[in-house]
């Protein structure tokens, strides 16, 4: 039987490709050996499976698709929760002794004592109304009217053929935006009153 080639030098080359490209394909071709010879070494080496096991940990915790999880789990706390804000204050306040002068004499400084008071302070700051407004997008009445308010601006006239099909579109639109954000309004489209 051919002896192994396991080492610790290989170990380190064939996790460092793992922790940086991901897969184990990555690994075994970095490390010179076949797809059998890795596993085979997971196996028998329990030292190699925990170092192939963080480098794969390693890697999904760098990978842009697990990053932009949690990026949008932070995102939502923030906007559902706002933010706590915590800081320090420090007063040092400086407390004199005066000893009573003798025969009209004014009273003179004796001693000094300094005192240092510490207060935490905790503060709920909802979240700004603009984070909210870049995050949530607008109901899309709001970007028809816009558009429409934008070519009449440059001297377009435009002329909706069947304003109740473009209604009922319209309707159905919102009432999805309102079952999303839990919003029951209801808003007139400008143009035609009857």
Not at 4 to 24: K, N, V
Not at 59 to 76: D, H, I, N, S, V
Not at 110 to 117: K, S
Request: hydrophobic content about 30%; aromatic content about 10%.
């Amino acid at each position: 039987m051919a002896r192994s080639r396991y080492s610790q030098q290989i170990q380190e080359i064939i996790c460092e490709a793992i922790a940086t490209e991901g897969g184990d394909e990555v690994g075994w071709l970095a490390g010179g050996i076949s797809e059998r010879t890795f596993y085979t070494w997971m196996n028998r080496h329990p030292q190699f499976l925990q170092a192939v096991v963080r480098a794969r940990e390693n890697f999904r915790r760098r990978c842009p698709k697990y990053q932009k999880g949690l990026a949008l789990e932070r995102l939502t706390e923030a906007l559902e929760g706002g933010q706590k804000i915590k800081w320090k204050t420090k007063k040092t306040r400086r407390l004199d002794h005066f000893i009573p002068g003798k025969d009209d004499q004014p009273a003179k400084l004796g001693w000094y004592d300094e005192e240092t008071v510490t207060e935490e302070h905790t503060e709920y700051r909802p979240t700004p109304k603009w984070a909210i407004e870049r995050v949530i997008p607008r109901p899309i009445e709001d970007d028809i009217n816009a558009a429409i308010a934008f070519l009449e601006k440059h001297g377009y006239k435009v002329f909706i053929q069947d304003e109740a099909l473009i209604q009922e579109w319209l309707d159905s639109q919102k009432s999805r935006l309102d079952s999303q954000n839990g919003c029951h309004t209801t808003q007139e489209l400008p143009g035609k009153k009857e």
